[in-house]
Nanobody, 120 residues
Framework: QVQLVESGGGLVQAGGSLSLSCAGSRNIFSIDAMGWYRQAPGKERELVANILRNGDTSYTDSVKGRFTISRDSAKNTVYLQMNSLKVEDTAMYYC??????????????WGQGTQVTVSS
């Protein structure tokens, strides 16, 4: 069983910053990618940022230049630094890990979500 533990959400004023982290359990054999998604009320879940095994990163257009994804491979942990936050960044943020346990197929695993609220 893979566990993802997220932390770092909260309430911040527009223009402020927050940092999210997501720690994966140590039993993961290999990780293909880790990423952050978000879902606002009444909207579909969308990919915010992703980092591949080789270190390549990608971002949705609305956060480019403001958000930075990074990782600590030794700790199976991914981070999301969010700067210049906007009211429209308000959402539940979810961590996703694509990887596999020993002897198992590649699977997507999700964290429980952490709320980010940006006030005007």
């Amino acid at each position: 069983q893979v566990q993802l533990v997220e932390s770092g959400g909260g309430l911040v004023q527009a223009g402020g910053s927050l940092s999210l982290s997501c720690a994966g359990s140590r039993n993961i054999f290999s990780i293909d990618a880790m990423g952050w998604y978000r879902q606002a009320p009444g909207k579909e879940r969308e990919l915010v940022a992703n980092i591949l095994r080789n270190g390549d990163t990608s971002y949705t257009d609305s956060v480019k230049g403001r958000f930075t994804i990074s990782r600590d491979s030794a700790k199976n942990t991914v981070y999301l630094q969010m700067n210049s936050l906007k009211v429209e960044d308000t959402a539940m943020y979810y961590c996703k890990l694509r990887g596999r346990l020993p002897g198992r197929l590649t699977t997507d695993y999700w964290g429980q979500g952490t709320q980010v609220t940006v006030s005007s």
